[in-house]
């Protein structure tokens, strides 16, 4: 499984990435939507962990380029906001799988994920 | 007083708490006096001035009438008795002239006259010659009178100086009232004089009197120039008694003037000399008996402008009471309205600080979680630090901390997302329980039991979150406010039927007056004043369950515990939430 970390907060993202490394999962991570979208043409992923804030691309409409690219790739959203936007962002909608609220356990991360890939 | 409570408007006892250059404005009760005075004056000054123009308008009206009336009167009958008189002195006149009688005067001639002129013009009694030295000569009538001396009667003396005579009434030798009538004359050319004296039986002069018809208890009779009563009387006096009343000065027509008794009556005198005689007629009326009825429609039209005035005043009390307390309430809804405003927008922005907070919170938390995690994952797999209880409790540590803290920022989220307004499908559970969450230390510190039942088929309500939110919080602080320590509170919630669920929020507090409970949703009602309570809690939330399409009962018993009860849909109508969320 390749997972893409996408999260204004390079400390976080690093750090989630390195933990995925060590449970066996390939992840690769950026700071920025554009570098996001630069990434998914390079390469090929399974899943995408979006942050709702992000610099430049705000990452509701970063969901919708992303899915138009591969439409096959799954998402999760990881925010720090509980506000109205994040809560659209959530719904059936925008088909946006899951919606995590941080601080997240790893635990509860890799239950996601697998509950997605297995879907 | 019990009554004037019951009346009393909400305005009455209202106090004007605010300061500053229009907190007159607020003084309702100097409106509502302003506006009943003004009211008041404007209505009943002009009806009240046209009432007593009208009154002294109808009254002088009436007077006028009145004493033209008895003027009247006055002059008719002084019409008749002049002619009555003239008319006998006229014939006496016409029978010494006569030659027959000039020459031949004897007592068979005289009682033949007498009894022509009873026959033809009546009021006759007798029929007397005297002569030029005052004895009477010839007499016919029902009294011995021949040889009388008359030379030193009054009558007798003017008669032979002014040629003839009409004397007041008098009693004379016969010692009955009568009139004389004398005319002198001379039955030779050059030889001595004779005077026929006439005597008329006041009986007919005072029929005449008697007859007339005077409204008002009026008196009609004659007095001399002396003022004595020359016909009887029905109130002022016997014959040849002194009137009381005044003798009216001399005037050549009738006269008609008004005069007040000792006795404080008013009468109204109508007079006039009665020329070539020594009478004068006199007509009284009494002014009150003429005005009796006058004075009873006056009375009708004064009860009638009492009972008017009376109505006026009872509009105007009613409308400026109604009208000022309109103003009143819709000004405590704008104070209310505003209120509920600040309120709002109080909650909102502690909502968006504690969505700010937690915030900026999460990120730092999630990067500790993420790096204290990396650092359990590299301890785990080295051997040596896997061991390493104490550095790996101490890790568990920093994790379980995090977690406690997203379960507070996750707390505050929740509540900053309800204060938007939106219909959300919620388990009516869970709010509760968030809410409480919030009260859980106080409740923890104060050993405040607290107990929730929840039917276990309860459905979700597709409501307002927020306000639902609001409404628990607010009445649980009450709760908690109303409650000692050691109190307990029990929220429990059941379907009412198939479309309501009912929630009942009790505690065990201090409870509400029997007196009071009316009032507990009124804005402003408030028992904790000066111990920070605005009285807007309970009014704000009763607005904020009718918004949900709700309704919010309250029992109480006063030492023994509140119970709030809030019935709710099922599902809110789309509609309704728009109309209320215009209003919040």
């Known amino acids: 499984m390749r997972v893409l970390l996408v999260d204004d907060e390079q400390e976080l993202v690093e750090t989630l990435a390195e933990r995925l490394g060590i449970r066996g999962i390939e992840a690769r991570w950026t700071t920025n939507g554009d570098a996001a979208l630069a990434l998914i043409d390079q390469e090929d992923f399974d899943l995408a962990v979006l942050d709702v804030k992000i610099p430049g691309i705000n990452g509701i409409n970063l969901h919708k380029m992303m899915k138009e690219k591969c439409p096959r790739m799954k998402f999760i959203f990881m925010t720090g906001h509980g506000s109205q936007d994040d809560f659209a962002a959530g719904s059936a909608e925008t088909g946006v799988d899951y919606y995590l609220l941080k601080p997240v356990t790893i635990d509860e991360l890799l239950h996601k994920m697998n509950q997605l890939m297995n879907k | ?584």
């Open chain 2, 1 to 584: 007083m019990k009554f004037l409570n019951r009346i009393k408007p909400e305005f009455w006892d209202h106090r004007i708490f605010s300061e500053g250059p229009y907190s007159s404005q607020f003084n309702f009760r100097r409106t509502w006096y302003a506006a009943v005075f003004l009211t008041s004056a404007v209505v009943l000054a002009p009806l009240i001035f046209m009432a007593v123009m009208d009154y002294r308008a109808t009254l002088h009206d009436v007077e006028s009438e009145i004493l033209l009336r008895t003027s009247r009167l006055v002059s008719n009958t002084r019409r008749t008795l002049s002619y009555f008189l003239d008319e006998r002195r006229s014939a006496l006149d016409f029978i010494v002239h006569d030659n027959n009688f000039k020459l031949n005067v004897n007592p068979e001639r005289m009682e033949q006259v007498l009894e022509n002129l009873k026959r033809s013009f009546g009021g006759f009694t007798d029929l007397g010659c005297i002569d030029h030295q005052g004895i009477q000569c010839v007499y016919a009538g029902p009294y011995n009178l021949t040889g009388k001396d008359y030379s030193d009667q009054k009558w007798y003396q003017q008669a032979v100086k002014r040629g003839e005579f009409i004397s007041d009434v008098f009693r004379g030798f016969r010692h009955i009232p009568h009139i004389v009538i004398a005319v002198k004359y001379y039955p030779s050319e050059g030889g001595p004089f004779r005077v026929l004296r006439a005597t008329l039986d006041t009986a007919k002069f005072n029929d005449m009197l008697s007859h007339l018809e005077i409204a008002g208890h009026g008196d009609a009779f004659i007095i001399n120039h002396e003022g004595v009563l020359q016909t009887p009387t029905l109130f002022h006096g016997e014959i040849l008694e002194k009137i009381s009343l005044p003798i009216p000065d001399f005037a050549p027509e009738t006269r008609v003037f008004q005069w007040v008794t000792e006795k404080d009556v008013p009468l109204v005198i109508g007079y006039c000399y009665i020329t070539n005689t020594p009478f004068i007629l006199m007509v009284v009326k009494h002014k009150k008996e003429l005005l009796k009825s006058w004075e009873s429609s006056r009375r009708e039209l004064i009860g009638f402008l009492l009972i008017s005035v009376a109505f006026i005043l009872f509009v105007i009390l009613w409308g400026a009471t109604y009208l000022v307390n309109r103003i009143f309430q819709s000004d405590q809804k704008l104070i209310f309205s505003l209120h509920q405003v600040e309120y709002t927008n109080k909650m909102a922005s502690i909502g968006r600080l504690a969505a700010g907070v937690a915030h900026e919170i999460n990120n730092p938390l999630a990067i500790i979680n993420e790096k204290a995690g990396l650092m359990k994952d590299l301890f785990l797999f080295k051997e040596e630090y896997k061991q390493n209880e104490m550095l790996m409790g101490l890790l568990d540590s920093i994790l379980k901390s995090v977690t406690r803290c997203g379960r507070i920022t996750k707390r505050l989220l929740g509540f900053a997302r309800h204060m938007d307004v939106s219909i959300q499908t919620i388990n009516l559970e869970e709010v509760v329980r968030e809410v409480l969450g919030f009260l859980n230390k106080e409740a923890e510190y104060r050993s405040i039991q607290i107990s929730i039942e929840m039917d276990e088929n309860l459905p979700n309500l597709d409501t307002d979150a927020g306000r639902l939110q609001q409404v628990i919080l607010n009445i649980i602080n009450n709760a908690f406010a109303a409650m000692e320590n050691n109190g307990r509170l029990q929220v429990k919630a059941a379907m009412a039927d198939k479309d309501n669920i009912v929630l009942s929020i009790s505690d065990t507090g201090c409870g509400i007056p029997e007196a009071d409970i009316k009032r507990v949703f009124e804005p402003f009602f408030s028992t904790k004043t000066g111990k920070g309570g605005t009285g807007l809690g309970l009014s704000i939330t009763y607005g904020l369950v009718e918004q949900l399409g709700g309704n919010i009962d309250v029992k109480s018993e006063v030492n023994r515990g509140t119970t709030f009860t809030i019935t709710l849909p099922l599902a809110i109508k789309e509609k309704e939430m728009k109309n209320s969320c215009e209003y919040s």
